[in-house]
């Protein structure tokens, strides 16, 4: 018995050793299998990202102070001031004023009126006003900009002595 114990234990361990080497590679084979399965089912697509920034503007107002006008020709010269956000097209215009005299600004003093013009350059030749003649800014930065005004007063204007003024409108378009 004892040899036949002997026998049989020698042959069972190889019989056990095999069975342990089939189980482990039957179960890499599932590892292997699942992982493919797993796999196999993987898909991918795209993931659209996107942001607007919307264009907008803060306008602050300025003034123009002529000085004294003795009845020659009196220049004077302003300005004021906006901030966008960068890349924005604005148009600029600047209303008639509230004492408007014909096609012409007027400051007044009461029923008393002096003329005045306001201009988009220094050499007084391009009139600043709606429409026409509102001043283009085609693209922006993002930095505070100072925009300069350039009035002239006309000679030999019969006014009173007094303390003239008007109130000129400010307009800041964003262009789409």
Known sequence: MWGMQGAAETRGCPVLLTSYLRLMAGASVLLVAAALASAALAQTADLSVTAEIQATCTLDGGSLNFGNYSGSATEGQGSFSYECTGGSNITLSLGPGQNQEGAGRAMADGAETLLYELYQDPSRQ?????????????????????????????????????????VVQITLNIDQ
């Open 126 to 166: 391009q009139e600043w006003g709606e429409d026409g003649d509102a001043l283009s800014i085609p693209t922006t930065s993002a930095d505070v900009e100072t925009v300069q005004v350039y009035g002239l007063i006309p000679p030999d204007q019969d006014a009173p002595a007094g303390s003239y003024s008007d």
